[in-house]
């Protein structure tokens, strides 16, 4: 099988199982997924998607945010961790887009990137998901089921995205970085995971994995 076969018949099995994925942090519009994007990180999705609503009972927007104080925003978001870094970060992109970019989310990467709590994983996913820009924000479940499949080298995440945009279709992208995530979390674990039992291992996975 060549290289070309195996992605089309890994993109083949992602689209199958989930055909249409939906995004998995709750949000209504580019701001509150921005903030759900940021509160994200080292915390489950399923953790954020429950102090969301709290925070965004109070603070919907980037105007109504900095109506609060960077200690209440850590008050609040305190159980999705690293709050002290995660408030100021909130406080600050809400600051910067109410007095830099009139008070909309912006749809560019150099912008959203000059965001603190903003890196590049972050902007694509804001990209991707709020302004349907082909996107391929790589997370560790990414960069883990790439190399497994032997798509990447897997010595960075940045490598990882490149690889990733050089392998799939630019129209696939957004869908596929969420199908991805849904299959590692279903078949694809990083910890007790059986090769031989998984839909896309058991046929494309590298050697090292049988050993």
Not at 82 to 109: A, C, H, R, T
Not at 118 to 146: E, Y
Not at 169 to 182: M, P
Request: positive net charge; proline residues 8%; hydrophobic residues 35%.
């Amino acid at each position: 099988m060549t290289k070309k076969e195996k992605v089309e018949d890994i993109v083949s099995t992602l689209q199958s199982l989930y055909p249409n994925p939906p995004i998995p942090l709750d949000h209504k519009d580019p701001f509150t997924l921005l903030v759900a994007v940021a509160l994200s990180a080292q915390c489950t999705d399923e953790r954020v998607n429950k102090i969301t609503p709290l925070l965004f009972a109070k603070a919907d927007n980037p105007f109504d945010m900095l109506k609060l104080s960077v200690e209440q925003i850590k008050e609040i978001i305190k159980p999705c961790g690293l709050s002290p870094m995660k408030s100021k970060g909130i406080y600050g992109m809400s600051k910067m887009i109410v007095e830099q970019f009139d008070g909309k989310v912006p749809d560019n990467f150099k912008d959203l990137e000059s965001m603190p709590a903003v890196g590049h994983k972050t902007a694509s996913v804001v990209m991707s998901q709020a302004f349907g820009v082909p996107s391929f924000p790589v997370d560790t479940h990414i960069h883990r089921l790439m190399y497994r499949w032997g798509l990447t080298t897997g010595k960075n995440v940045v490598q990882t995205e490149k690889d990733a945009k050089r392998l799939f279709n630019k129209e696939d992208w957004n869908d596929l970085h969420l199908q991805i995530i849904y299959f590692g979390r279903e078949y694809c674990p990083a910890q007790r995971h059986d090769p031989e039992q998984c839909p896309i291992c058991s046929k494309h996975g590298r050697k090292s994995l049988f050993k």
